[in-house]
Each structure stands twice: as C-alpha cells, then as structure tokens.
C-alpha cells in the first residue's frame, strides 16, 4: 500500500519504489542508489530519491500511529466495523486523528462530569426534541442536596455534553476545516503599550491577510512578533462579516451538520447556545491552534527549503582550483591577518600587517605582502568582505600595480562563518598551534580553492544564506542542510589523499569516525595507492566500502581508474572495454576517439545493463569530472567601496549573496547587500527568484534607492527601471477568493479598505532581514 502511494505520488512504477524502497532499507545511500544503481530503480533520480525516501518515513509513522491508535480504541472495547473502516480509510494524519478524538484519553472534562452526574439524557432529549421546554426537562434531574442544586446547573451540564459531542465529530471538522482553509484570515495587532518597542514589526501592527496564501516569511515574522510578547495574532474566521456582527458562519456550518434549525421551539434558544459554545469555546480554539501549526510548518519548510537551495548553490560554487593562495582577514584596529596555504590547502606561512588606522603602516604591509607572494610564489589572493575588505582590496591591488612579474590575481569572497571555524573544535585539531585570529585568514584561502571542500567543515546556520533559519525547526533544518551536503559532497567526489575528516565524513556511506579512521590511516601509512586499501581501515567493512568506493578518488595511484567515478564492482566492464579497443587501461582514458567508437550495449551483462555501461563510457572519456561551473568573479568598482558613495541610478557589478522567497541580496562592495525584490528582476512574472538568480551568481544591478540611516539599499535587474518607480499592480497580485455562499456581502466600508502590497511588506521584511543577517 505504501509502495503504491509514493509510486502515484512521484508518478513512477510500483517496482522502481519497491527496488528503492529495497535498497534504502538494506542501507544503500540515496547518493549511490542514483548513481550506481540506476537498472535496480530504472533510473530514479537523486531529487526523486530524496522525496521517495522522505515520503516513506512518513508513512512508516503514520501507519504506526494507525496501528497504536486501533490496537487504544479495541482495549477501550469500543470498536466497531464501521469505525474500524473508517480508520484504514483515513489518508493522513489529520483525518486520522479526528477519528481518534472521541477515544483519546484524556483528562476528566466538564462533560465527562456532566456524563457521570447523569445528564446524558437531559441533553440527548433537548437535541433530539426541540419542541420540549428546557426548564421543564431539566426539573427531574435537580438534586438539592448534590452537585445539580438547580435547572441552571443541569442545562450547564447537558449543553457540555453536547458541545463535547459536536467539537469531536470528525466530519464536522472537516467541513470546517475545509471551509477556513479556503476564507479565514490570519489577524495581528500590536499589544497596547508595546508600539516603541516592537517597532521593527511596524509593518504587521494592524495586518490582516488570507491565511492560505499568507508568505512564508510574513508569517514567520508574525509568530516572531507574537513569541517575543509584541503582537496578538488571532484567526479571523469571518472576515467579511460586519463589525457589530457577533455571529459567525462556522456556527452556520455546525447547525448545519447536526440538523439543528431555529424556529422558536421551546429547545432552539438553548441549542443555539450550544452551538455558539462549540464554535467559541472548543472548535475556534482547536482550529485556530491546528492551521496556525500547519501554516507554521509550512512556512518553517519553505524557510528550511530556501536555506538548502541556496546553500546547494554556495556549496557548488566554481573553485579557484589547487593553486597557491593567500587569505587576509580585513581588519582595521586589529590588523589584517594573512595566511598563505599550497595548492592542497597545506599552511605555508602566517602573518599579521596594519596598513589601516590607526597604525596606518601602508608601506610596510605592501612590501609584506609582495615578499611572501615572491618567496611562495602565491598565484590568487583571497580577500574576506568584512570590515576593511575594500581597503584591504585597495591595498592588494596597489601591490599588483608594483609587482606586474607576480601575476598574481585577487578575489574578494564572503567571509561569512570564518570567525565560528576559528573557534571550533575541528579547527584546533586541524591548526593545533595556530593562533584563533589567524584560522580565519586559512579559511578564506581554502575556501577560495575549493568552497566545497572548507564550507563543509562549518555548521550551516554561521554560513547565513537562509531567511529566519533560527525560528524553524532545528532538527528538520540539520536533517535537510545534511542531505544538501552529502549530495553535493558526492556529485563532486572527494580526493582520498586530500580530504579532511569533516568532508570524507559526508561521503556515501561514511561517518564521522570512519572518517577519521582514514584520515588515522593514511597519516600513519602514507597516501593511498589503490581503493581496496580501504578494506584495511579499522571499522570500514564491505557495506560501507561499496557505498564509498565510487565517490573517493586516488590520483596518480597503482589503477588509474581509481581516480574515476567509475565503481570497483564495474571495473570487470572496463577490463572487457579495453579488450575489445585493444589499448592499454593508461591510454583509453580520456581517449575520446576511442571511446566514441564503442557501442555500449556490447558490454551489457547480467550485473551492468545498459545505463551503467553508458556512465561508465561517459566517465573514462572525461575522468573525475567537476560538475561545478567555470570560476568567475565580479568586478567591484574602486570607487565605490561604502554606502555614501552609491548614487541613485548608478550601474553596478554584484555576487548574489542570498536569495529569500521575496527577492535576492547582493554584494555590490559596500559591506551592506542591496535587495533585488522579486518584482524588480525582470519584466515577467515570475513566483520563485530562484527561477532567474541564485547564490554565487554575477548580475548587474542598477541603483534604486539608498536609505543610509537604516542601512538599505534597493537595486533593479531591470535596467529601464528609473528612481521611485513601483512594480505594475498585476505583477505580484493574485485574485482573491470568491466569498461563500450564504454570506453576507461586503459593504461599501469594508470594500474601501486599503490592502497593503506584497512589496512593500516584503520590504519591510527585507529590512528586518538585513539586520537579523548583520
């Protein structure tokens, strides 16, 4: 059944699940089951993988949850064949629980005691006769000397009973659930006396918007507001309804459901009161705490989802590549600190120079600088965007300017997480005898060679490239940044020779310790020369082997198809191939005429079908190939290196630093990223930036606003854009609902009504982004 289910749902067969849904449970990783076992699974992609894989714990629980639930209900002996079929027909979680509700256990309510005083048929002859007259029913259940003195306490008793009964009817709730989902509003005021101090949630003060298509980010920002005690955030149900109408439709809805009419029957006051009672008293509450969870939830995964892409994007960032690199930390007061790594990452050489005030030693920092780029030969220089970065930037090309033999090139690169690396634990252990200040000038170096390789090794959160990634689950969060990393740890390869423990710990199939039982290893042993030397590993058995093996590479090893992406299990193809092209192993890879020639469906066999056989042409013909695209930088202007020097209409080079729901940040050199709303990045419409930018990437932008006093800046992509222009009014609009049936229309008042836009809102967001960032 379950296979079944994510087979729909991913629109694939039953068997390509079942062979994931295998190959998952026997320990195989979404990584290796993508790459290495395309014929089990025809073919299922790494994202296909991931949403199976994520869908199937899922349902695992839910169908746990179904059994637990089942197995309470049968001790309680209260089940019967209809609810039974109505349990295995639930198809979430959900609906499951509704059903549930009147069995959970729980604790000793107003009707429970209503129940056990004996009211039950006081309130079951007023529901079912409404034509009898309460005070006159209620009379034969007074007890003078007990716990129901009078009429009052009895119709009290009969009417919990009752709103109990309504406020667990699982399809009563759905029909209001459904009925919320569609027209309820999410409402937020300010707490009276907290204006001046909450300020910075100005903007949601008096707000109100529908709650189905409220944006992620507005909605974070409300609940923010509401946790830190400076907004009330309430569910309007009836938003349409007029101001002195108390009354609302969801009433309607269960009067409705349980057949209730009023027609002034001697019963029909009391029930109204009933159902009022329901809606205002049990369900809103319980609504209002289940959709502001599931709004959360989703707000909290599409939060969670900008923070994985753009760090898939930061991750796969083109690197520099092994080249000789110096990294400077910027610093004024204390310093610039520099550090000079090889091609491998290896420290050469640190130092620390003062070329800013107030030391203001330029001259001496610029023979510095090009001493040790002579003596180690330095070929890209490496500059962090924090604090000093555009002098420190002036300063490395001035001692270019001096020094045109060094052909020495300089990049500025987000230095962003650099400072936590420092202070870590994997840096101590790394740089054991480095002083904490001058970590941070490695990492930038490294960073520049290879950003995969060193941005693994900080936790994901000190990166910054998410949108309120602290409100969010954190678990979750850790779970989906894990799988970016080890998808992207994996599409790339790692050398074995190379690796430090933090990035061989996000191979297919390894862990922390067997990480660090390489690393052990091949400090002790020296470099790796073949891949089943790693059977050799303490604790690394056959499983993990097969998981691994294919995505650790060993150049200029004893087999040069382990420095390939090709697996040891197919290397038997590759012997054949080589038979059949009659060349030596050395001269087949990368020999493309060769290689161009073959059939590959000559080597099909039982084990290896054909896209095997195809991925592995494909590898021997380009070798270890980096998927990641060719390195560029941008070109910041010298002339504009802080806010006062940007102008309003100004063309400038960026690096898209971030990209949120609403817009994308970029770093035009002026320590303060610039927001590109969602509206100013191109003349259609479009619902994700994401469809048009993303992290790492090079654009122009020209100038719209600049507010120094709070720090923000507003850019356009759209070069025809001029100052104070706003986005057409259909660029970012969708057509509101149509209103329910049976309800009132809105007057002329409340039609008038301004609506704030989504670009201002997301503005305002984009401020408070700007600062929770810095």
């Not at 309680?76 to 064949?81: N, R, S």
């Not at 029913?137 to 009969?158: H, R, W, Y």
């Not at 009276?192 to 707000?207: N, P």
């Not at 560029?632 to 202007?637: G, I, P, V």
């Amino acid at each position: 059944m379950i296979v079944e289910k994510i087979a729909q749902e991913l629109q694939v067969q039953a068997q390509q699940v079942q062979a994931a849904v295998k190959l998952l449970d026997e320990g195989s990783t979404v990584p290796f089951i993508a790459r290495y076992r395309k014929e089990a699974t025809n073919g299922l992609d790494d994202i296909q993988l991931r949403k199976l894989e994520q869908r199937l714990t899922y349902l695992r629980d839910f169908e746990d949850r179904r059994k637990v639930i089942i197995k309470s209900i049968e001790e309680q002996e209260k089940m019967t064949p209809q609810l039974k079929t109505s349990l295995l027909k639930a198809e979430n979680k959900t609906e499951l629980e509704d059903i549930y509700l009147p069995f959970k256990p729980k604790r000793r309510t107003k009707g429970q005691i209503a129940i056990e005083l004996g009211l039950e048929p006081l309130a079951n002859a007023l529901f079912n006769n409404p034509q009898l007259d309460p005070e006159s029913e209620a009379q034969a259940f007074i007890k003078e000397s007990g716990d129901v003195p009078d009429t009052k306490s009895a119709l009290d008793g009969a009417k919990y009973i009752l709103m109990e009964r309504f406020a667990e009817d699982a399809q009563l709730l759905q029909k209001v659930r459904q009925h919320l989902n569609k027209h309820a509003h999410i409402k937020s005021q300010v707490i009276a006396g907290k204006e001046t101090e909450g300020s910075k949630y100005k903007d949601y003060f008096s707000h109100t918007e529908l709650l189905k298509k409220v944006p992620s980010h507005r909605s974070l920002a409300m609940f923010r507001g509401r946790n830190e005690k400076f907004l009330q955030v309430s569910l309007d149900a009836d938003p349409e309804k007029d101001e002195g109408d108390k009354s609302s439709y969801c009433e309607q809805i269960i009067a409705e459901h349980f057949n209730i009419k009023f027609a002034n029957r001697p019963a029909d006051a009391w029930l109204s009161s009933v159902v009022q009672w329901t809606w205002r008293v049990k369900t809103l509450l319980h609504m209002e705490n289940e959709l502001f969870g599931a709004v959360r939830e989703q707000a909290e995964q599409d939060a969670i989802n900008v923070f994985a892409k753009n760090l898939n994007d930061l991750l796969m960032a083109a690197p520099a590549g092994p080249k000789v690199t110096m990294g400077l930390d910027p610093g004024l007061r204390t310093g610039v600190k520099l550090a000079i790594v090889d091609p491998t990452g290896k420290v050469l050489a640190t130092s620390t120079i003062f070329p800013h005030v107030p030391q203001n030693l330029w001259d001496k920092s610029l023979r510095t600088l090009a001493t040790l780029c002579k003596q180690h030969k330095v070929q890209l220089i490496s500059i962090g965007n924090g604090t000093g970065s555009r002098e420190t930037d002036k300063l490395a090309a001035e001692m270019i300017k001096a020094n045109p033999d060094l052909a020495v090139s300089k990049i500025i690169v987000s230095e962003a997480g650099a400072s936590v690396y420092s202070a870590s634990e994997l840096a101590s252990n790394e740089l054991p005898d480095m002083d904490v200040s001058l970590r941070g000038a490695v990492s930038i170096a490294r960073r520049l060679q290879d950003p995969l390789a060193e941005l693994v090794k900080i936790e994901p959160k000190a990166i910054g490239v998410g949108q309120y990634q602290h409100d969010v689950s954190q678990s979750n969060l850790g779970k989906s940044l894990g799988t970016v990393i080890e998808d992207c740890v994996n599409a790339v390869g790692v050398d074995i020779n190379t690796a430090s423990g933090a990035l061989l710990s996000h191979v297919s199939g390894l862990n922390r310790t067997l990480a660090n039982n390489i690393v052990s290893y091949r400090d002790q042993h020296g470099a790796f020369k073949r891949r089943k030397t790693l059977l050799d590993v303490e604790r690394l058995g056959p499983k993990a082997y097969e998981q691994a093996a294919g995505f650790l590479r060993i150049m200029g090893g004893d087999d040069p198809l382990d420095a390939s992406a090709v697996h040891p299990e197919a290397y038997p193809v590759v012997n054949s191939i080589v038979e059949h092209a009659s060349v030596a192993m050395n001269d087949i890879v990368g020999n493309t005429e060769v290689l161009k020639k073959l059939k590959p469906e000559d080597f099909v066999t039982d084990l290896f079908g054909l896209p095997t056989v195809t991925d592995i042409i494909s590898e021997l013909d380009k070798p270890g190939r980096d998927p990641r695209p060719e390195f560029k930088t941008a070109n910041f202007k010298d002339d504009v290196q802080s806010l006062k020097d940007l102008k309003v209409g100004m063309i400038l080079e960026g690096v898209v630093s971030n990209v949120a729901n609403f817009g994308a940040f970029v770093d035009v050199g002026v320590h303060q990223d610039g927001l590109v709303h969602i509206s100013a990045m191109t003349d259609k419409f479009i619902s994700d930036p994401r469809d048009i930018v993303k992290t790492g990437d090079i654009v122009k932008v020209k100038v719209m606003e600049v507010d120094a006093a709070r720090k923000r800046v507003s850019f356009t992509m759209r070069m025809g854009d001029t100052p104070n222009q706003t986005a057409k009014p259909s660029a970012q609009k969708h057509n509101s609902d149509k209103k329910p049936q049976n309800r009132p229309a809105k007057t002329n008042q409340q039609q008038a009504q301004p609506k704030q836009s989504n670009q201002m809102m997301g503005n305002a967001f984009a401020d408070a982004f700007a600062k929770a960032k810095k």
